[in-house]
């Protein structure tokens, strides 16, 4: 007697597929893509509102990006832009130096407003507390003061604004010292390595204060540092030290933050400008509390080739995002996010936006949990191309929208992006521990 086939029985009772419980996922189930849907778990894709405000000029000159790009008129618009793009994570900076009036005392009426916005729309914004500069009455980062006032106010942030989970207490901790205090710059302008000791050792003590503040408000906070990836080529048979020290100096921020000791060229460098040993051991006790996540934002400049004779020039993607940012998660081993690029050219950035995307499938790929992405920012942004030392005035078209918020292509090439990854979790299968009554949707290994 010729025996049935299994497949015979079933195909003769059930058919050829689709059958009854199918419909709940499961095998490889969906591919992630699909326009983001802002469930908790998938992958952050996110823009930014540029809102540097350092002072220059000796402090007599403030620059304010919300206003010389028009946010404060515009705000309405700006958000819209956001959720027709199909995003729902916003970089977002209140504007500290005027929101933060003196000891205790705060203006509230602009943030406010968007704040409410934001939440009505479902917009899920990662709140930037201080970005490259801080209220005149406070004067600069030389001042001792600075992390106990800058607490208190992510502290108030944190309590009127209980909704909000994502905070970056400080943007580009080296940045901000290195420009204002070693480059002279902004702020307090200075060119010296013990106020670049100084300024750093401020900045990083109000980040972790002020993450404690939040904590205590929000026990549950996610803390996205957002840290520039930087890296100097030397073109030179013999390496020289300065250029070792300043490929080293470049961990200074996250060193102290996360209580990563430092190596010894670099500790004795800190105590030669002014660190103390007591001050030392206060910043390696322990790292800030809340879900720590490293951002890592990669622009061409940041990578440059130092030549035989003593000039530089830009030297993007020699390494990349990819090979950087990898140098940076062996050494803190924590969640990665890609928190900024762009490019000034209209018609090289949707390039440098897939570009930018390879790099982090790759990182994906190989085992790193890189848990989002943004292009920043929103909107078209001012004099960066001479890092706002002077104000003339200049647009630089590294936006997904010009000034007047028409699109550039990179906003359709974003579109585009994230119409086929915007539904990929975060750690691939990471979907399977929520619990929710949705069907199962369990994801390619993206």
Not at 179 to 185: E, M, Q, R, Y
Request: proline fraction near 5%; hydrophobic fraction near 40%.
């Amino acid at each position: 007697m010729t025996q049935n086939s299994f497949l015979d029985i079933i195909k003769r009772q059930r058919g050829d597929g689709n059958y009854a419980g199918d419909q709940y996922g499961g095998a490889a189930g969906t591919s992630g893509s699909g326009l983001p849907t802002g469930v908790a778990g998938n992958f952050m894709f996110a823009t930014g509102i540029e809102c540097s405000y350092p002072t220059i000029e000796q402090g007599r000159v403030r620059r304010d990006e919300l206003a010389e790009c028009g946010h404060y008129e515009r705000w309405r618009d700006d958000l819209r832009l956001v959720k027709e793009l199909g995003l729902k994570v916003l970089r977002y900076g209140l504007p500290y130096y005027s929101a933060h009036l003196g000891p205790g005392r705060y203006d509230w009426s602009f943030s406010d407003e968007v704040m409410r916005e934001m939440q009505r729309i479902e917009i899920t914004p990662i709140l930037d507390l201080l970005h490259f500069g801080i209220p005149d009455w406070l004067g600069n980062f030389q001042n001792p003061e600075l992390p106990i006032h800058f607490a208190d106010y992510a502290a108030a942030v944190a309590k009127r604004y209980p909704w909000v989970r994502y905070y970056t207490p400080v943007n580009e901790i080296y940045v901000t010292a290195r420009v204002s205090a070693k480059d002279g710059l902004w702020n307090e302008q200075l060119k010296s390595d013990q106020s670049f000791v100084t300024a750093m050792k401020h900045i990083v003590a109000s980040s972790i204060l002020a993450t404690q503040s939040i904590a205590r408000q929000r026990p549950d906070a996610v803390i996205i540092q957002s840290e520039s990836a930087e890296f100097v080529h030397e073109a030179k048979a013999v390496q020289s030290p300065e250029v070792k020290l300043a490929n080293k100096l470049r961990f200074l921020s996250l060193d102290l933050l996360y209580a990563h000791p430092p190596d010894a060229d670099v500790y004795m460098y800190l105590l030669d400008n002014g660190l103390s040993r007591e001050e030392y051991h206060w910043f390696m006790a322990g790292e800030p509390p809340g879900y720590q996540v490293m951002g890592n934002d990669y622009y061409g400049h940041n990578e440059r080739i130092l030549l035989p004779d003593g000039k530089s020039c830009q030297a993007e993607d020699v390494a990349g995002w990819y090979l950087i940012t990898k140098e940076y998660y062996e050494r803190y081993k924590k969640p990665v996010m890609h928190t900024e690029t762009n490019v000034a050219d209209v018609e090289v950035a949707p390039t440098w936006l897939w570009k930018q995307w390879i790099n982090v499938l790759r990182m994906r790929a190989d085992g790193v949990p890189v848990l989002g992405f943004t292009w920043y920012s929103l909107i078209d942004q001012i004099d960066w191309d001479i890092e706002l030392k002077e104000k003339l005035g200049h647009v630089n078209a590294n936006g997904l929208y010009d000034l007047d918020r028409r699109p550039h292509p990179v906003a359709a090439a974003y579109r585009a992006l994230l119409a086929e990854f915007g539904q990929i979790t975060v750690v691939p299968h990471g979907e399977m521990f929520d619990v929710t009554d949705r069907p199962a949707m369990l994801k390619m290994e993206v």
